[in-house]
Structure formats: structure tokens, C-alpha cells
């Protein structure tokens, strides 16, 4: 029933910018943190920003000054502004919505910067 769309990758140049949104439908408990997470080639996944139920945010070292998250708990979406992005940017993002027992996630969005 839980479903997690994400929207918005796709390939930019260095410098450009992307805006990622998640989109949570058949939500039937309460929602704590929502965010957004990356896998790149070869890596872990990593959480890039993350938000609480009132909006606190919270961001990785690596995309400070660069990225905004923002969350709508009426329309339970959460938007991951992406400016200044940089090669090492270039992953794949997921949305991971937090029930009180796991995270869900979503499929995934491929961000991809290069020249």
C-alpha cells in the first residue's frame, strides 16, 4: 500500500541545479523523519539530508551550503533542492520515509553530473 515516487533526476553539467521531489501515498501511521539518500557507483548509500516532523533539517558535510530539504506534511512530500552540483554528486537518490518501526524507500532517481 505504501508508495514512494520519486521525480526530478537527471543529467546536469557542473554547476547546474536539479530539484528532486517524493511524493508518499497510502500512508497510515504517523511519520517521523523523511529524507533523501544516495548510492554512487561503488559506494554505500549515504544519507545526503534528512528533516524531523516540525522541518529540522540536517545535511551531510558533502552537500552543506549547496542542498535544501523541505517537507509537506499535508500533502506528504519532501523536496531536496540541489544547486552548485559537482561530479561527485552523481548517484543514485532515494526517498526513505520513517514509520515508527522501518524506513521505506522509494525506487530511486538517477542523478547524473558531468561536463
Known amino acids: 500500500q505504501v508508495r514512494l515516487v520519486e521525480s526530478g533526476g537527471g543529467s546536469v553539467q557542473p554547476g547546474g541545479s536539479l530539484r528532486l521531489s517524493c511524493a508518499a501515498s497510502?500512508?497510515?501511521?504517523?511519520?517521523?523523519?523523511m529524507g533523501w539518500y544516495r548510492q554512487g557507483p561503488g559506494k554505500e548509500r549515504e544519507l545526503v539530508a534528512n528533516?524531523?516532523?516540525?522541518?529540522?533539517?540536517r545535511y551531510a558535510d558533502s552537500v552543506k551550503g549547496r542542498f535544501t530539504i523541505s517537507r509537506d506534511n499535508a500533502k506528504i512530500t519532501v523536496d531536496l533542492q540541489m544547486n552548485s552540483l559537482k561530479p561527485e554528486d552523481t548517484a543514485v537518490y532515494y526517498c526513505?520515509?520513517?514509520?515508527?518501526?522501518?524506513?521505506?524507500w522509494g525506487q530511486g532517481t538517477q542523478v547524473t553530473v558531468s561536463s
Open positions: 497510502g500512508i497510515s501511521f504517523s511519520i517521523s523523519y
Open positions: 528533516t524531523d516532523s516540525y522541518g529540522n533539517p
Open positions: 526513505g520515509v520513517h514509520s515508527p518501526s522501518r524506513i521505506y
